[in-house]
């Protein structure tokens, strides 16, 4: 009896082993990290979690995204290094820590150069944005989709900002490119590079009067705890670029680049319907918090328009003539209702 029980045994384990040889190594599951500046209550940390989601219903469960906000990970620089080295798998924000090297990336800094959000999402689906994927990808870097973070504005805690001559003095925090810093100071502030990182508490103890950026990128940031006036001037649109890196993204089958792929298009999506509904709603929010809310009348904003001209013209070279030329020509097809 015992012995028939035993072989009994033996054999449901030897068909268990089959059983699993014969289904094969189950897949290794793909972790990788998410990280950007953003904190957990702005938009594009929502985007990033539908990201992480969708990824992981695209590559049928293969990759797993971790989102990092709130510059976690570090900050935008060293997140774009550590994703060009492999050592981060995606980074979502702004590409300007690369201008020196793709010179491309300098055209989102040029002044004034789009009236709406429709004039930008056309240029962020259209060629011009592609062909700066095409120019990253040497860095280690590959382009997944363009997205938003919203038209530019000034903030500072001095004085309202409502014509020319209120900028002069002012010592602003602006982003580390050469096209900023030379917009800024030609405008009469005095232009301060800094990791955004480092902006709150420098505006807390005042060693820096004011910075500018998104409505909902200030709000998120908390700039109504340190600044006292906003100045709509909507001089510049920055959008960002959800990248992978190029070693990390070589391991993937092609089945699963694509589900990536369509799982970044889809949050950068998302992304944009959240900033255009907060953006209609921040401006209240602003003034609740006791910020002083102005708008720049046109004669004044057409003043700065023509004392920053010399600084498109001269970046218009080093960037490429006819890829800007390229650039205005899609935002000119978009205005003319093509």
């Given at each position: 009896?015992k012995s028939h029980l ?84 995606f980074y979502i924000g ?54 938003g973070m919203g038209f ?187």
């Amino acid at each position: 009896m015992k012995s028939h029980l035993g072989m009994r045994v033996a054999y449901a384990a030897l068909f268990a082993a089959t059983a699993l040889f014969a289904a094969g190594p189950a897949s290794a599951e793909i972790k990788a990290k998410i990280g950007h500046a953003m904190p957990d209550s702005h938009p594009q940390a929502a985007a990033m979690i539908k990201f992480a989601e969708l990824v992981g219903t695209y590559t049928n469960g293969n990759v797993k995204v971790q989102p990092y906000h709130g510059a976690v990970l570090g900050s935008d620089e060293k997140q774009l290094q550590a994703t060009q080295a492999g050592t981060q798998e995606f980074y979502i924000g702004t590409l300007a820590p690369l201008s020196t090297r793709v010179k491309e990336v300098q055209v989102w800094d040029l002044p004034f150069m789009f009236q709406n959000t429709k004039e930008v999402y056309a240029v962020l689906d259209g060629p011009s944005s592609k062909k700066i994927f095409e120019k990253i990808e040497p860095t280690g870097l590959v382009g997944l989709t363009w997205t938003g973070m919203g038209f530019r504005n000034l903030s500072n805690s001095r004085h309202p900002v409502t014509k020319l001559d209120d900028i002069s003095g002012l010592k602003l925090r602006v982003m580390a490119n050469p096209v900023a810093l030379d917009t800024w100071k030609t405008i009469g502030a005095n232009a301060t590079p800094m990791p955004f990182s480092e902006v709150f508490p420098a505006l807390e103890v005042k060693a820096i009067d004011g910075q500018e950026n998104p409505l909902l990128h200030m709000y998120a940031n908390k700039m109504q705890e340190v600044q006292k006036y906003i100045s709509l001037t909507n001089h510049v649109y920055t959008p960002v670029a959800l990248v992978a890196s190029k070693k990390f993204w070589d391991k993937l089958t092609p089945a699963e680049q694509d589900g990536v792929r369509k799982a970044a298009v889809e949050a950068g999506l998302l992304q944009r319907q959240l900033l255009d509904a907060g953006d209609r709603e921040v401006i209240g929010k602003f003034k609740e918090a006791g910020v002083e809310v102005d708008a720049v009348p046109p004669e004044q904003l057409a003043r700065i328009q023509e004392q920053v001209k010399p600084v498109v013209a001269k970046f218009k070279g080093q960037i490429g003539d006819e890829f800007v030329d390229g650039f205005y020509a899609e935002i000119a097809k978009v205005r003319a209702g093509n």
